[in-house]
């Protein structure tokens, strides 16, 4: 058996064992670490057969089992592939082709690769977005205030390539390792394009306060606290955070990545908001991030196996949650205040539906609702909504 083969049937035994309870990158990485006998390349080229399996599975199902693993490599890769020269040589001849003419050179329906086309949002492009599922999304970092230089510098003396996508903004190799090279979080914050823009209606429109007064500010879904950082820096630092999230874990996470992006907080408490439970809040405010637990379907071109193993039914369960969510947290929005809803999901349900749910409630008015479409530049496409409180 040539080590091709071999690879082929490792990765068939590897999808096949999964069953997507947890993130792929960690059932291949204990998989890998419970069999000892694969080298570094061998699990590199395993892993790449795999994700490509999960990029192209629902358009390549009525292919050989071989071919749902070797025709992924002619899809995604844009250089030529030993594995693909060996089992198709014509077809690695012709890796360089656009994938448009790679879809009609093997004939398969374009539309396939993502199957939810009628929740998908008519803001957003269905060709584009199911194509864009064939890439691997950018690394971007976001660069702190002040320290642009200086990251750009610490990248250049390391020999690492990247690309500006905006004054503040680097996109580089995906899995690049920048830990040896950067202070992560303190000078850059490894953040999706789309992510870097949900709040820039900030740019122009924020709470007036008097001079030397930081503006309360809460992020009711904190997570990590990727969007907390970003509003310090929108905000020039003068920001009184308050943090929430549903488990005692998920917010010692977020503490400890602020502590290392020294951006303070003010208050953080565990809630569970589909429960009305911010009894903690004894004041409102004048800025609420709420940025909901969602499908993360703008998300799969990242992890694909999210798309592998998604039940559209889930769609609504995110729905019923979304608005409970939003409309707990919004009451606690005081009058001119701005509330922010976001997600990373391309569904209309789970945005334009939960919108026009939330322009139901008393006192508050639409300001802007966009798609940040990051399918177009190798990035996480994105939802976000600005309402404010009459």
């Keep these: ?47 790449s057969l795999c994700y490509n399996y999960f990029r192209t599975a629902t358009a390549l199902i009525e292919k050989s089992k071989d071919d749902q693993f070797i025709l992924p490599v002619f899809l995604c890769e844009q250089t030529p592939n030993e594995l693909l020269a060996f089992f198709y040589p014509e077809l690695n001849e012709k890796i360089g082709l656009s994938v448009k003419e790679k879809i009609a050179l093997i004939q398969i329906d374009e539309q396939k690769l993502f199957p939810f086309h009628d929740q998908l949002s008519q803001e957003l492009d269905q060709r584009s977005f199911s194509l864009s599922f064939l890439q ?22 390391a020999g690492i390539l990247f690309e500006e996508t905006g004054t503040n903004s680097l996109s580089l190799k995906n899995a690049t390792s920048l830990e040896e090279v950067i202070s992560i979080n303190r000078d850059a914050v490894i953040q999706d394009l789309s992510s870097q823009h949900v709040l820039d209606h900030l740019d122009e429109n924020r709470p ?41 874990s998920i917010l010692h996470n977020c503490e400890k990545r602020l502590q290392q992006a020294r951006v303070d907080i003010y208050r953080s408490f565990v809630a569970d908001l589909t429960q009305k439970n911010t009894e903690e809040l004894p004041e409102n405010f004048p800025i609420i991030i709420c940025d909901a637990p969602c499908t993360g379907s703008g998300t799969w071109g990242r992890t694909p196996e999210q798309l592998f193993f998604f039940k559209e039914k889930t769609i609504d369960e995110y729905v019923r949650k979304q608005q409970k969510i939003a409309e707990e947290a919004m009451r606690h929005l005081q009058p001119g205040g701005l509330f922010f809803y976001i997600t990373c999901s391309v569904f209309a349900k789970e945005n334009e539906q939960v919108v026009e749910f939330l322009q139901l409630q008393k006192g508050i008015r639409l300001l802007e609702a966009k798609y940040y479409k990051g399918y177009l530049m190798q990035a996480d496409t994105m939802f976000a909504a600005v309402f404010i409180r009459l």
């Excluded at 690879?7 to 069953?19: E, L, N, V």
């Excluded at 904190?222 to 005692?248: E, Y």
Aim: one cysteine or more; aromatic letters at 8%.
């Design 136 to 157: 691997q999304p950018k690394l971007f970092l976001r660069l702190r205030p002040s320290r642009e230089q200086l990251v750009k510098d610490k990248l250049k003396d």
């Design 208 to 248: 007036d306060l008097p001079p030397g007064k930081k503006i309360p500010a809460w992020d009711c879904c904190a997570a990590s606290g990727g969007k907390s950082i970003l509003l310090n820096d929108k905000l020039n630092g003068k920001v009184q955070l308050t943090v929430s999230d549903i488990r005692k």
């Design 1 to 47: 058996m040539s080590k091709y083969h071999s690879h082929i049937s490792s990765a068939q035994k590897i999808t096949d064992a999964y069953k997507g309870e947890e993130p792929f990158v960690h059932f291949i990485r204990k998989y890998f670490a419970a069999n000892k006998k694969y080298g570094s390349k061998d699990r590199k080229a395993i892993a």
